[in-house]
């Protein structure tokens, strides 16, 4: 019975690391430690997960190994929660929204999209993802105008941010040439469990010992 007690604890305190652990058990096909404790729990915490800032008329949930690159739809918000040792990447141009969540913040491991991704579509490892991230915001149709390239990096909330952009792939930083390329004065850095992006530009957040999701621009 204690370690019931225990189990309960930890899930309620931690929602974000036990959807973190759901969604990596479903993806390698193992059973969930919780076993049949957990399918009438399960989906109460994910919603306390997945909340956002304000409402919505539809969320687009941009889970671990994935990534989303699209224009802005009306009353449409892209996130990626459950950051625990992930690193997501929310980056807004022009008429173009990206978001990214990179699984255990490691650059090798394949990304897949989601939500219908309207401009860049496939699988592609996280270093190779960015690279072609980076390409995209070069184009001629990207850098037309003044509009300014706003990058928001988010650290899950057991993993450092420096590390996270020191990060080597094949010999590269592609996380450091994002702050290069975009400019320190335009990337912003955090430390927390979930971010967001609205249709109106704005981008959201749960910093580490956040209760709240807060605006973060």
């Not at 991704?117 to 993802?129: A, E, H, M, N």
């Not at 996270?164 to 996380?175: A, D, L, R, T, V």
Request: aromatic share 8%; net charge positive.
């Amino acid at each position: 019975m204690g370690t019931l007690v225990l189990s309960i604890k930890v899930i309620a305190l931690q929602p974000e690391l036990n959807k973190e652990i759901i969604y990596l058990s479903a993806r390698k096909g193992f059973p969930y430690y919780h076993g049949d404790f957990m399918k009438h729990f399960k989906k109460y915490f994910l919603s306390l997960s997945s909340s956002t800032s304000v409402p919505v008329a539809e969320k687009i949930s941009v889970d671990s190994a994935h990534y989303i690159v699209t224009p802005p739809r009306k009353d449409v918000a892209l996130l990626a929660f459950g950051l625990f040792q992930c690193t997501a990447i929310a980056i807004i141009k022009n008429n173009l929204h990206i978001l990214m969540h990179i699984a255990h913040s490691n650059l090798y491991l394949p990304m897949e999209t989601t939500g219908n991704s309207r401009i860049l579509k496939g699988v592609f490892d996280g270093g190779t993802l960015i690279n072609e991230v980076l390409s995209l915001l070069r184009s001629p149709k990207e850098t037309r105008g003044n509009y300014k390239t706003k990058v928001f990096i988010m650290s899950g909330i057991y993993k450092e941010c420096n590390i996270c952009i020191e990060s080597i792939y094949k010999g590269q930083k592609p996380i450091k040439k994002i702050i290069d390329m975009i400019g320190s004065d335009n990337v912003r850095l955090y430390k927390g469990s979930h971010i967001e992006i609205h249709s109106s530009g704005h981008v959201y957040g749960r910093l580490v010992n956040g209760e709240k999701i807060s605006r973060l621009n």
